[in-house]
């Protein structure tokens, strides 16, 4: 049951990435998920595990990580905001 949480939340996290790069209209629900649990690392790893947590992930160092993410993957793949 924790993983069907862990993949809920981190679809979210990428929702709410997407939609503060303006870059979530081509994004499906598996790349959300894939934005939200790796930018979940990648904010954690940085910024630390602090704040509100569910599942297990810290809520604002995920999403400030999942939206470095999008950027990151939007600049290299070149996809523009739709």
């Known amino acids: 049951m924790h993983w069907l949480w862990v993949l809920i939340v981190g679809g979210i ?8 790069t303006h870059r979530g209209g ?7 998920v894939i934005a939200g649990l ?3 690392s990648v904010g954690e790893a940085i910024l630390g595990s602090w704040g509100p947590q569910v599942a297990g992930m810290a809520i604002v160092p995920s999403v400030i990580g999942a939206v470095i993410l999008v950027l990151i993957v939007s600049m290299i793949f070149g996809i523009r905001r739709t």
């Not at 996290?13 to 503060?20: H, M, P």
């Open 26 to 32: 081509s994004m499906g629900v598996i790349s959300n």
């Open 38 to 40: 790796v930018g979940s």
């Open 13 to 20: 996290i990428g929702l709410i990435a997407g939609a503060i």
